[in-house]
T-cell receptor
């Protein structure tokens, strides 16, 4: 099975940097995803890590350590529109398939 | 290029009734997955369809069933509705059942169907 933990809520200031952590336990690993979900909207893809290290994409970066079962999403130069839920999800490896197991999400509030 | 579309967007049912939710995948995608998202929770995997067959299933009872059509669209059926079935039902599509070297295999989600069971 798979278990994913991430903080429930975080608050940060506009223009600042915030790091959202995610730890996971899985019987098989075939990639880790971060999704952003605004209230009442569909989750949208932010980043993907399958090898250890940092992936950078504009203001967003994601890091993975497979040996530690750990990932983080780094958001720089925070904007008010970044207020949303951030979902960490792991893709297992059970003979193929594309099933994702999601954490409960971290609700980020960006304040002035 | 239309993304993933779902219908209906909102619906209200009573306990014991049955519901059918529909999903059209993103153009070029042949794999459809269904997720249930309760308020304040992350999406929970229900099942995945590929080539008109259920390929993977999460921990959901047999009351939850589905179907995929030759045009890759899909339906989710829930029988004997319970109050606890109230949730946002998300459909997600991807290009192929398993990730390929040319893409990450990320899921593209629809806006969801919000089901309320009274």
């Amino acid at each position: 099975g798979q278990n994913i933990d991430q903080p429930t809520e975080m608050t940060a200031t506009e223009g600042a940097i915030v790091q959202i952590n995610c730890t996971y336990q899985t019987s098989g690993f075939n990639g880790l995803f971060w999704y952003q979900q605004h209230a009442g909207e569909a989750p949208t893809f932010l980043s993907y890590n399958v090898l250890d290290g940092l992936e950078e994409k504009g203001r967003f970066s994601s890091f993975l350590s497979r040996s530690k079962g750990y990932s983080y999403l780094l958001l720089k130069e925070l904007q008010m529109k970044d207020s949303a839920s951030y979902l960490c999800a792991v893709r297992g490896y059970t003979g193929g398939g594309n099933k994702l197991t999601f954490g409960t999400g971290t609700q980020l509030k960006v304040e002035l | 290029d239309a993304g993933v579309t779902q219908s209906p967007t909102h619906l209200i049912k009573t306990r014991g009734q049955q519901v059918t939710l529909r999903c059209s995948p993103k153009s070029g995608h042949d794999t459809v997955s269904w997720y249930q998202q309760a308020l304040g929770q992350g999406p929970q995997f229900i099942f995945q369809y590929y080539e008109e067959e259920e390929r993977q299933r999460g921990n959901f009872p047999d009351r939850f069933s589905g179907h995929q059509f030759p045009n890759y669209s899909s339906e989710l059926n829930v029988n004997a509705l319970l109050l606890g079935d109230s949730a946002l039902y998300l459909c997600a599509s991807s290009p192929g059942r398993a990730p390929r070297p040319t893409n990450t295999g990320e899921l593209f989600f629809g806006e969801g169907s919000r089901l309320t069971v009274l």
